[in-house]
Structure formats: structure tokens, C-alpha cells
């Protein structure tokens, strides 16, 4: 498969046109990290945005950060971290869970809009792009939004190419909100005697005034922190109110579980491992999901999903996240889609071997008309369809 | 002055069929066609402009928006969709050829649901009737517009509305689940739904804040959130506006994001302290209110060290409120700044643009020139933690000079936001105040771009015509 990975985007926007006047398709990568995501995509060709890197304006005090498409996020994280700051939604590190050999672009992680812990207080990646510039399938350079971090000027195709896997334009520049890492972090670590009780107990912390930014759900334990079901809390503020906040919190969750303070670097520790997805421990052949649901009809799903194919399971987002892992076979992947219709949630089939992905809905199906709108849009945008076939929809 | 494009005449010659129709598809009290009783549906929040539409109706179900929608689609009508009218950039003016569908009868609330954080309201539900109905449980929703008092949720979605609490909380569309949608076809289709981030394309974020362009919203699903232990605010006076912008920069870049940070300028100051007598500096040149959340002891922390970054400016005052009450205090001439302007000038147009926080100064300087230049009185208001500025030209719309002349002067602050990197509204919207000057942010193939997008939606352009974008360069519109 040949790849072309221009280093300008005027050159990138020239390689598009080039293509549509062929009708050439093509694969949109950055540094193709996330290649198994989703469906295979079907073209002969890949355009990369691997070379259009750097940081281009920085203004830690307007809280704005604005970088090319294929710098790479630890790049953007040393660039914040100088300054205190971080990105907020907390993408994950997928490198290990997708066996890449190096890390993640910025315009990767945004156009598969892939958020980690803290989504559940300060928003997904998409709440945080504050503009973009992209190509479209004719090759030509749009910009929609901008730098600034309060703008309802025109229709938002910031949030409509976010998360639209590279199927709606080339993303060239992306300009991100970012906030100052808080000063210090702690976890509650409660140990629950099952998942439902794990989950009313992350919606009491949620529904406190203590500003829980992560709430998650080891349903088999962890190494460190012993077996059994655990619920885990985080706030992270300045170091007084992390004192103050985590043990208000343990006292009013008291009756729900004994709970264990983890302190800075532990917390760090660990949900870097949730956001990661560590904790799921899923397999290299195994298929992996995502479900989205209100987080009281996780523990439905659980259930449906371990007695159907024994699921590994990982929860995220106060319960509202389902991360399952299991056998890449139509039949697990059946059970998956039917929890989650039964949940009215949503799934995404994440990681999976075209054997599989190549021929089952990989992402819920649209209500007809809004489908027939979908189509609409994308032609729009891409009227030959030339931009990621196949990615997202069969 | 913005043109609107010429009546559909065939449309308007039908005018007593179209309401016999309607009148055969809705209950009877809600369709509404005699002249005094549309009185109220001529104008919205920008008042200066007036226009009677063909016909108002009042629906109370999903089901009757898309009968409506359906019947005007088939027939080639306009439709104008309003929620409470208190659009400032006149996203509700309604055209002579159109329907408006009023949203206000669909205000029950359907579900509130503490344990998952949402609640399920129709439409038509005020903005602050969410917080009302939760707020026994210690829970809000978090934008809080100005207008909260009147306005109500689904014209929030639909201008993606903020408020002086979104440096922290986020706007409308970082607070939002899922909505019902009516398409002009008349199709219902849910997007999104009770838990966070569907899989797809971002349809909710493209709707939100889409000003009425693609669909309208029946049902809304909002993310409600436990609110803090407690919350105060203090303000701190300053002898140039400069200093004053140097020393939010000093703070955001301390690591407190406050919940609010809000600039005033010093025509504001004096205006506002005339009208609320709160005790406002009336030396200063700049004034901040800044606010911060969570226990007695965290606000005493986050206050201590925000007044002693503040101190190292050199500030003329500073005030910590004490209680609950003294917050309110430093509040109420904030609040009543519009009031405030309504009271020393006969009528004023609020601006709503967006610059980079570090082009304040400049900003001011270059406005208050202009101010001169016009002849005419301007305050500031600016949410200066997000950039967003609310320049009020006070005017006298009784003289169409003046109002001329505001109008210009309005335009040459958005083209100075956009210049200087910022975008020509933050939280107001486009709708027609704003239309014609979207080719100073976009180029013509990037709004060709957006009105593809409308296209893909609304074939026809039935939908909110004439708002949002520039009618030259419009095949779908005759002007």
C-alpha cells in the first residue's frame, strides 16, 4: 500500500484534488495508529498527515493551544506541561491496546474523538475543539470555528468532524481549550460488594458537591489493589481541598464500601490505567468494545454481557462507559449490540479483526431519514466518497 | 439595515386557506392569525426590527411541530421557529410569508433523573425552570444566560447559548444528551439519548447552536449537575484597563479557573453603581468580579490567593464578600448592567463578539475612538476569562439616524473582534443582525460549505430563511 504524507497542507490539499480528479480513494491516517479501529477502510492508497507537525500558537493564558494535525500528543502534553497544563478530556494512550509502534497524533485522537476519565466532569474531545482546518474530498481548505474559546458564529463542523474518522475531510490544524492541571490528586478506592453497588456508589460521588472528576469500575479488582469489585473515585483540585474533599467523600459513601485514599502519584498510577484501558486485560486476539449508557443500566448490561460470552469488563464514566472484551465472533458481537439496544445505549465495535468488522455494524444504525441526511452531508463534503470508504458504515 | 428577501406572493394570496389548514390540524386555540393577537410575535429581543408573519402556531406536542412542518414543507411555506423571543440577534424576526411555531405551550417537565444526572424537558421549559425543578436536590443546569428568566431550552439549543458561569461549566452544547428532532419533512428522529457520546456522526453538535437552520427540537435531554457547597465572589478595581487584563492573565495562569470572571469597563461601572448603588469604585477604570465555588474554608483559600495576585497590580480597591449576602451585592450591579445602560440611555444595541483575552486593551482603546467617532456612548461588559465581550451602543431609536449610526458602529466593533482573532458573535448568535457581516469571517467557499450543510437539511430553505446567512451569493433565496 503506498503512502503520501505531504509536509504542507497546500501540498496535502493538492494530493486530495488529485485524487478526485482521478476518483481515486483514499486511507486518512496521522500515524495510522488506530488503523484496526472500526471497519477496514477500502483504498489502495493512504494520505498521511504525519509530517504536517508542530505546535503554531500557544497561549497558556487564554487557555488555547494550536498545533498541525500530525503532531504527535505527547509532543502537545510536554508543550502544556511547562506551562501546568494538560488537555482536558484525557485522551487515551491506545498505543498498546492497538500494538502501535509510536504514539498518537492530535488530529487521530480527535477525529475519533476519543476521551478518557475526565469527560465525565469536563467534557469529550470534541467539547474542546475550539477550530479546525481540514480538506475536503474536492481538496479544498476550509476552517470552521477558531482560537478563541466562546464562538457560535455558523454551523459547528468543528464537532461534525470530530469523531467523523476522517470520513468527512482531511484534518490539517486543530485548535484545542486547555485547562491547568490541578495541583494535587486523590482516589477513593472502595471496595463493593458487586457491580450494582459499585455503581449506586460512583453516582453518590457524582451527585456530591465535591467535583468527582473520574469515577470508575474495576468489576474483577486489580493487582495492586486487591480482588473483588472496585469503585474508584478522583478529585483532583488544589492540595488543601483534595484533604478536605476526599474525606468528606469517604465519610458520606461510607456505608456503600470501605474505601482506600490513594495518594498523587498512585492516582496518577492508576487512571492512567483506566484511561488506558489496561485493566480490561484483553487479549490480542480479542475483540474490544465500547458501550455508552445511562450508568444505572450498566449493571443490566454486565450481566447480559458475562453470561452471553463471560465479557471482560472495564466502566468508566461514573458506569456510564462499558469497555468489554471478549471472542471476535459475530455471536459475542450479536450479545453486544443487543445489550446496548436493550440499555437504549450506544456501542462502537472498537478494536476487531476484519473478519469480523468487515461485515457486521461497527457503530449503531441511523434512523432512515437521518441516515438519508447523513448521506446528504457527506456528499457535501466528499460528493465521491473518496475519503476513508468504508471506515465507519458498510 | 438588513433587507429580508421578498414574500412568496403565491403564499401570501393563500393566506385563509393556509390558516383553515392549520386551523384543521391543531387544536383550536393554537393557531393564532388575527393581526392583534400576532402582535407579540412581531419582534424578538432586537427590537428595532418589526415584521408580522403570515401566521402563529402554538403546538403542545412533538407530533403537532411535525404535522406543521410536514404541511409547510409540502406547500413551500416558511417556517420561523421561536422559543420566548428574547433572541438579541433577532433569530425569531418572522418573515411576512412564514409561519412562526411557537414552542411555548411544550413546557412540561418529563423526567428528572438524579441518580444518572439528567432531565428530560420539553422544549418550551425556561432555562431556569430546569434549576428550579432540581434545585431542591442540590442540583442545576449549568448555562445560565442572561434572559434565564424568560428564556426557554429549546431556543438555548438552537443559539447554543452561555452565560457568566461557562469558564467553568461550558455552554449549552458541553451540556447536552440528547434531543428530539423534527425535520422539515416532518420526520421525528431522537439524537443522542440518555447517556454521553453516541457512536456516529456528531449530529447533537451540529444542531446545537445551528440557530434553526436545520430542524427544530422538541424534547431536550440535559446533563444536570450537583452544585458546590458554596460560592462567593469578590471584586477588585483597577486604575487601567491594561492592569486589570493583566491581572486575569496573572490568575488563569495561576491554575484557578474561577467559575466566573467578569470585566467591567468604566462607563459600566458608573452606570451600573447609578442604578444598583452597590458600591462600585467609581475611580477605577476597570473593575473584575471574580467568583469562586466550593466550602467556606476552600473559598477563603482560593479568595486569599486571588487577592494576592490581585495586589501585586496595585489595585485602587478590593472587596471579599463575607456572606452570601455581600456576593450578592458585588453582583447586582453586574446583573443589572443592561438595566443599568436602559437607564441612562433611551435604547441600546448589546454587541457580542469574541476576542483573544490578551487584545483587551487594544480592543478598548480602538472602541472607545469609535465611541467618538460616532458620537454615541458605549459600556463594556466582558466575560474575560472566555474572550467574550458585550459592548452596549447606546443610541435613540426614536431618531433613524441614530440607530443608523449604532448599527455601523456595532458592525465595526465585529469586524475589529474578527481582526484581531476573535469571531463575530460568542454566545448570542448570528440570526439577521449578524448575517451580512459573515463574509468578514468566512470565505465565500466556506459559507458555501455551511449552506450545503442547511442544504442537506432543508432543500427548500424553508427553515429560519433569511437568518444566519448572507442573502447575496444565495441561489435558494431571491433577496
Given at each position: 500500500?503506498?503512502v503520501?504524507?505531504p509536509e504542507?497542507?497546500?501540498?496535502?490539499?493538492a494530493e486530495?484534488t488529485r485524487?478526485?480528479?482521478?476518483?481515486?480513494?483514499?486511507c486518512?491516517?496521522g500515524?495510522?495508529?488506530k488503523r484496526a479501529?472500526?471497519?477496514?477502510v477500502?483504498a489502495?492508497?493512504?494520505?498521511?498527515?504525519?509530517?504536517?507537525?508542530?505546535?503554531?500558537?500557544?497561549?497558556p493564558?487564554?487557555?488555547?493551544?494550536?498545533?498541525?494535525a500530525?503532531?504527535?500528543i505527547?509532543?502537545?502534553?510536554?508543550?502544556?506541561a511547562e506551562n501546568?497544563?494538560?488537555i482536558?478530556a484525557e485522551?487515551?494512550?491506545?498505543?498498546?491496546?492497538?500494538?502501535a509502534?509510536?504514539a498518537?497524533t492530535?488530529?487521530?485522537v480527535?477525529?475519533?474523538?476519543l476521551?478518557?476519565?475526565?469527560?465525565?466532569?469536563?467534557?469529550a474531545?470534541?467539547?474542546?475543539?475550539l477550530?479546525?482546518?481540514a480538506?475536503t474530498?474536492?481538496g479544498?481548505?476550509?476552517?470552521?470555528?477558531?482560537?478563541?474559546?466562546k464562538?457560535?458564529t455558523?454551523l459547528?463542523?468543528?464537532?461534525?468532524?470530530?469523531?467523523a474518522?476522517?470520513?468527512?475531510?482531511?484534518?490539517?490544524?486543530v485548535?484545542?481549550?486547555v485547562l491547568?492541571?490541578a495541583e494535587a490528586?486523590?482516589?477513593?478506592a472502595?471496595?463493593?460488594?458487586?457491580?450494582?453497588?459499585?455503581?449506586?456508589?460512583?453516582?453518590?460521588a457524582?451527585?456530591?458537591?465535591y467535583?468527582?472528576?473520574?469515577a470508575?469500575?474495576?468489576?474483577?479488582?486489580?493487582a495492586s489493589?486487591g480482588?473483588?469489585?472496585i469503585a474508584?473515585a478522583?478529585i483532583?483540585?488544589?492540595?488543601?481541598s483534595?484533604?478536605?474533599?476526599?474525606?468528606k467523600?469517604?465519610d458520606?459513601?461510607?456505608?456503600?464500601?470501605?474505601?482506600?485514599?490513594?495518594?498523587?502519584?498512585?492516582?496518577?498510577?492508576i487512571?492512567?490505567?483506566v484511561?488506558?484501558?489496561k485493566p480490561l486485560?484483553?487479549a490480542?486476539?480479542?475483540a474490544?468494545?465500547?458501550?455508552?449508557?445511562?450508568p444505572s443500566?450498566a449493571p443490566g448490561?454486565?450481566?447480559?454481557?458475562r453470561?452471553?460470552?463471560?465479557?471482560?469488563l472495564l466502566?468508566?464514566?461514573?458506569?456510564g462507559?462499558i469497555?468489554?472484551a471478549g471472542p471476535?465472533?459475530?455471536?459475542?458481537?450479536?450479545?453486544v449490540?443487543?445489550a446496548?439496544s436493550a440499555?437504549?445505549?450506544?456501542?462502537?465495535?472498537?478494536?476487531?479483526?476484519?473478519?469480523?468488522?468487515?461485515?457486521?455494524?461497527?457503530?449503531?444504525?441511523?434512523?432512515?431519514p437521518l441516515?438519508?441526511?447523513?448521506?446528504?452531508?457527506?456528499?457535501?463534503l466528499?460528493p465521491?466518497?473518496?475519503?476513508?470508504?468504508?471506515r465507519?458504515?458498510? | 439595515?438588513?433587507t429580508?428577501?421578498?414574500?412568496?406572493?403565491?403564499?401570501?394570496?393563500?393566506?385563509?386557506a393556509?390558516l383553515?389548514?392549520l386551523?384543521r390540524?391543531?387544536?383550536a386555540?393554537?393557531?393564532?392569525?388575527?393581526?392583534?393577537r400576532?402582535?407579540p410575535y412581531?419582534?424578538?429581543?432586537?427590537?428595532?426590527?418589526r415584521q408580522m408573519p403570515?401566521?402563529?402556531v402554538?403546538p403542545?406536542t412533538?407530533?403537532e411541530?411535525a404535522?406543521?412542518?410536514r404541511?409547510?414543507?409540502a406547500?413551500g411555506?416558511?417556517?420561523?421557529?421561536?422559543?420566548?423571543?428574547?433572541s438579541l440577534?433577532g433569530?425569531?424576526l418572522?418573515?411576512?410569508?412564514?409561519v412562526?411555531i411557537g414552542?411555548?405551550r411544550?413546557?412540561?417537565?418529563?423526567?428528572?433523573n438524579?441518580?444518572?444526572?439528567?432531565?428530560?424537558?420539553?422544549?418550551?421549559?425556561?432555562n431556569?425552570?430546569i434549576?428550579?425543578?432540581v434545585?431542591?436536590d442540590?442540583?442545576?443546569?449549568?448555562?445560565?444566560?442572561s434572559?434565564?428568566?424568560a428564556?426557554?431550552?429549546?431556543?438555548n439549543?438552537?443559539?447554543?447559548?452561555?452565560?457568566?458561569?461557562?469558564?467553568k461549566?461550558?455552554?449549552t452544547?458541553?451540556?447536552?444528551?440528547?434531543?428530539t428532532f423534527?425535520?422539515?419533512e416532518?420526520e421525528?428522529?431522537?439524537i443522542?439519548?440518555?447517556?454521553?457520546?453516541?457512536?456516529?456522526?456528531?449530529?447533537?453538535g451540529?444542531?446545537?447552536?445551528?440557530?434553526?437552520q436545520l430542524?427544530?427540537?422538541?424534547?431536550?435531554?440535559v446533563?444536570i449537575?450537583r452544585?458546590p457547597?458554596?460560592?462567593?465572589?469578590?471584586l477588585?478595581?483597577f486604575?487601567?484597563?491594561?492592569?486589570?487584563?493583566?491581572?486575569?492573565d496573572?490568575?488563569i495562569?495561576?491554575?484557578?479557573i474561577?467559575v466566573a470572571l467578569?470585566?467591567?469597563?468604566?462607563?459600566?461601572?458608573?452606570?451600573c453603581?447609578?442604578f444598583?448603588?452597590?458600591?462600585?469604585?467609581l475611580?477605577?477604570?476597570?473593575m473584575?468580579?471574580?467568583e469562586v465555588?466550593?466550602?467556606q474554608a476552600?473559598?477563603?483559600?482560593?479568595?486569599g490567593?486571588i487577592r494576592?495576585?490581585?495586589?501585586r497590580?496595585?489595585?485602587?480597591s478590593?472587596?471579599?464578600?463575607?456572606s452570601?449576602?455581600?456576593s450578592?451585592a458585588?453582583w447586582?450591579?453586574?446583573?443589572?448592567?443592561?438595566g443599568?445602560?436602559?437607564?441612562i440611555?433611551?435604547d441600546?444595541?448589546c454587541?457580542?463578539?469574541?476576542?483573544?483575552?490578551g487584545?483587551?486593551p487594544h480592543?478598548l482603546?480602538?472602541?472607545?475612538?469609535?465611541?467618538?467617532?460616532?458620537g454615541l456612548?458605549?459600556?463594556?461588559?466582558f466575560?474575560?476569562g472566555?474572550?467574550?465581550?458585550?459592548?452596549?451602543?447606546?443610541f435613540?431609536?426614536?431618531?433613524?439616524a441614530?440607530f443608523r449610526k449604532?448599527?455601523e458602529?456595532?458592525?465595526?466593533?465585529l469586524?475589529?473582534?474578527?481582526e484581531v482573532?476573535?469571531?463575530?458573535?460568542?454566545?448570542?448568535g448570528?440570526?439577521?443582525?449578524?448575517?451580512?457581516?459573515?463574509?468578514?469571517?468566512?470565505?465565500p467557499r466556506?459559507l458555501?460549505?455551511q449552506?450545503?450543510?442547511?442544504?442537506?437539511?432543508d432543500?427548500?430553505?424553508?427553515l429560519?430563511?433569511?437568518?444566519v446567512?448572507?442573502?447575496?451569493?444565495n441561489?435558494?433565496?431571491?433577496a
Amino acid at each position: 500500500m503506498s503512502v503520501i504524507a505531504p509536509e504542507t497542507e497546500e501540498a496535502l490539499a493538492a494530493e486530495v484534488t488529485r485524487a478526485h480528479a482521478a476518483r481515486e480513494p483514499l486511507c486518512i491516517e496521522g500515524r495510522g495508529t488506530k488503523r484496526a479501529m472500526l471497519r477496514p477502510v477500502q483504498a489502495a492508497r493512504t494520505l498521511s498527515t504525519r509530517n504536517l507537525t508542530g505546535i503554531v500558537l500557544y497561549r497558556p493564558t487564554e487557555l488555547m493551544i494550536r498545533a498541525r494535525a500530525g503532531t504527535p500528543i505527547p509532543e502537545i502534553e510536554a508543550a502544556l506541561a511547562e506551562n501546568n497544563q494538560h488537555i482536558i478530556a484525557e485522551p487515551p494512550d491506545l498505543t498498546a491496546m492497538f500494538s502501535a509502534s509510536e504514539a498518537a497524533t492530535l488530529g487521530g485522537v480527535v477525529s475519533t474523538n476519543l476521551s478518557g476519565p475526565r469527560r465525565i466532569m469536563w467534557g469529550a474531545m470534541r467539547d474542546h475543539v475550539l477550530g479546525i482546518r481540514a480538506v475536503t474530498g474536492e481538496g479544498e481548505v476550509f476552517r470552521s470555528g477558531g482560537r478563541v474559546l466562546k464562538n457560535v458564529t455558523g454551523l459547528d463542523l468543528c464537532k461534525l468532524l470530530t469523531g467523523a474518522h476522517g470520513t468527512l475531510g482531511v484534518l490539517t490544524e486543530v485548535t484545542l481549550k486547555v485547562l491547568p492541571r490541578a495541583e494535587a490528586t486523590g482516589t477513593l478506592a472502595i471496595r463493593v460488594p458487586d457491580v450494582a453497588q459499585g455503581i449506586a456508589a460512583l453516582s453518590a460521588a457524582l451527585g456530591s458537591p465535591y467535583g468527582v472528576s473520574g469515577a470508575a469500575l474495576l468489576p474483577e479488582g486489580h493487582a495492586s489493589l486487591g480482588s473483588g469489585v472496585i469503585a474508584l473515585a478522583r478529585i483532583e483540585d488544589f492540595a488543601e481541598s483534595v484533604t478536605y474533599r476526599t474525606g468528606k467523600l469517604r465519610d458520606e459513601l461510607a456505608a456503600l464500601g470501605e474505601a482506600t485514599l490513594l495518594d498523587t502519584p498512585a492516582s496518577h498510577a492508576i487512571w492512567r490505567e483506566v484511561r488506558d484501558a489496561k485493566p480490561l486485560d484483553a487479549a490480542p486476539e480479542e475483540a474490544i468494545w465500547r458501550i455508552s449508557v445511562a450508568p444505572s443500566a450498566a449493571p443490566g448490561v454486565v450481566a447480559a454481557l458475562r453470561a452471553a460470552f463471560g465479557a471482560k469488563l472495564l466502566l468508566d464514566w461514573g458506569g456510564g462507559l462499558i469497555w468489554v472484551a471478549g471472542p471476535a465472533q459475530e455471536r459475542a458481537h450479536g450479545a453486544v449490540m443487543q445489550a446496548a439496544s436493550a440499555a437504549r445505549g450506544s456501542f462502537t465495535l472498537f478494536r476487531a479483526p476484519a473478519s469480523l468488522s468487515g461485515h457486521v455494524p461497527v457503530v449503531p444504525d441511523e434512523a432512515a431519514p437521518l441516515a438519508a441526511i447523513g448521506r446528504r452531508v457527506k456528499a457535501t463534503l466528499d460528493p465521491l466518497g473518496l475519503l476513508n470508504p468504508g471506515r465507519m458504515r458498510g | 439595515m438588513i433587507t429580508l428577501p421578498a414574500p412568496k406572493p403565491d403564499i401570501l394570496a393563500r393566506r385563509d386557506a393556509i390558516l383553515a389548514d392549520l386551523a384543521r390540524m391543531l387544536p383550536a386555540d393554537a393557531v393564532i392569525g388575527e393581526t392583534i393577537r400576532m402582535k407579540p410575535y412581531e419582534t424578538d429581543g432586537l427590537a428595532a426590527y418589526r415584521q408580522m408573519p403570515l401566521a402563529v402556531v402554538l403546538p403542545r406536542t412533538t407530533q403537532e411541530v411535525a404535522q406543521v412542518l410536514r404541511y409547510c414543507h409540502a406547500n413551500g411555506i416558511r417556517v420561523v421557529p421561536r422559543g420566548a423571543g428574547t433572541s438579541l440577534a433577532g433569530g425569531a424576526l418572522p418573515l411576512a410569508d412564514a409561519v412562526v411555531i411557537g414552542l411555548m405551550r411544550m413546557n412540561r417537565i418529563k423526567e428528572i433523573n438524579l441518580e444518572n444526572r439528567y432531565a428530560v424537558v420539553e422544549a418550551g421549559v425556561t432555562n431556569i425552570g430546569i434549576t428550579k425543578a432540581v434545585e431542591g436536590d442540590g442540583f442545576f443546569y449549568a448555562p445560565d444566560p442572561s434572559s434565564q428568566l424568560a428564556c426557554m431550552i429549546g431556543g438555548n439549543v438552537m443559539m447554543n447559548s452561555g452565560g457568566a458561569h461557562c469558564l467553568k461549566y461550558g455552554v449549552t452544547a458541553n451540556n447536552l444528551l440528547g434531543v428530539t428532532f423534527v425535520t422539515i419533512e416532518g420526520e421525528i428522529i431522537e439524537i443522542g439519548g440518555n447517556h454521553l457520546d453516541a457512536a456516529g456522526y456528531d449530529w447533537l453538535g451540529l444542531i446545537t447552536g445551528s440557530e434553526g437552520q436545520l430542524g427544530m427540537v422538541t424534547d431536550v435531554t440535559v446533563r444536570i449537575l450537583r452544585g458546590p457547597e458554596g460560592a462567593r465572589a469578590m471584586l477588585a478595581a483597577f486604575d487601567s484597563v491594561e492592569v486589570a487584563g493583566a491581572a486575569v492573565d496573572a490568575i488563569i495562569g495561576s491554575g484557578i479557573i474561577p467559575v466566573a470572571l467578569e470585566f467591567m469597563d468604566k462607563p459600566c461601572i458608573h452606570a451600573c453603581e447609578a442604578f444598583a448603588h452597590a458600591g462600585y469604585p467609581l475611580d477605577a477604570e476597570a473593575m473584575l468580579i471574580i467568583e469562586v465555588e466550593g466550602s467556606q474554608a476552600e473559598q477563603d483559600m482560593l479568595l486569599g490567593k486571588i487577592r494576592d495576585i490581585c495586589a501585586r497590580f496595585n489595585p485602587i480597591s478590593m472587596k471579599l464578600a463575607e456572606s452570601a449576602e455581600q456576593s450578592l451585592a458585588i453582583w447586582k450591579g453586574r446583573k443589572g448592567a443592561f438595566g443599568a445602560v436602559g437607564r441612562i440611555s433611551p435604547d441600546y444595541l448589546c454587541m457580542d463578539g469574541t476576542i483573544p483575552t490578551g487584545e483587551l486593551p487594544h480592543v478598548l482603546k480602538r472602541i472607545g475612538e469609535m465611541s467618538v467617532q460616532y458620537g454615541l456612548g458605549v459600556a463594556n461588559v466582558f466575560h474575560a476569562g472566555d474572550g467574550n465581550l458585550h459592548p452596549l451602543i447606546m443610541f435613540d431609536a426614536n431618531d433613524p439616524a441614530s440607530f443608523r449610526k449604532a448599527e455601523e458602529f456595532g458592525a465595526d466593533i465585529l469586524k475589529l473582534c474578527v481582526e484581531v482573532g476573535g469571531c463575530l458573535t460568542g454566545e448570542h448568535g448570528v440570526g439577521v443582525e449578524k448575517r451580512d457581516l459573515m463574509g468578514t469571517q468566512f470565505t465565500p467557499r466556506e459559507l458555501d460549505l455551511q449552506r450545503g450543510i442547511k442544504t442537506a437539511f432543508d432543500a427548500d430553505w424553508l427553515l429560519n430563511t433569511a437568518k444566519v446567512f448572507p442573502l447575496t451569493g444565495n441561489p435558494k433565496i431571491a433577496a
